[in-house]
């Protein structure tokens, strides 16, 4: 079982980026999926998840509308669409599958997320 993850760049402030994670192994459809990121000298924070296929996703406040999750079951593959980039988005990506018994208030901890992806720089800069 494994998730990889792609997209990550260099680009100016207010553009955007597309990163993908594509799952292999076992079909992901029915467990919570999720992007964090960690930052130069920070540690990994949650920024958006999708509970299963067609349930409901969840954002921190820092990308609140400007960062989309998304998936196609079809293809195993989790996007996270980043619009209006600030240089704070600066950071590795990563994506990471959650078990299926995972409760709501657990999705937003690194924790609660056992399968990794390797991670994918993106640098926003100014």
């Known amino acids: 079982v494994q998730l990889q993850a792609s997209g990550g760049g260099l680009v100016q402030a207010g553009d955007s980026l597309r990163l993908t994670c594509v799952a292999s192994?076992?079909?992901?459809?029915?467990?919570?999926l999720a992007w964090f990121r960690q930052g130069p000298g920070k540690g990994r924070e949650f920024v958006a998840a999708?509970?299963?296929?067609?349930?409901?996703?969840h954002y921190a406040d820092s990308v609140k509308g400007r960062f989309t999750i998304s998936r196609d079951n079809t293809k195993g593959t989790l996007y996270l669409q980043m619009d209006s980039l600030k240089p704070e988005d600066t950071a590795i990506y990563y994506c990471a599958a959650a078990p299926r018994s995972t409760i709501l208030s657990s999705i937003y901890t690194a924790r609660a997320y056992d399968i990794w992806g390797q991670g994918t720089l993106v640098t926003v800069s100014s």
């Open positions: 192994g076992r079909s992901f459809s029915a467990y919570p």
């Open positions: 999708s509970r299963r296929s067609g349930g409901t996703t």
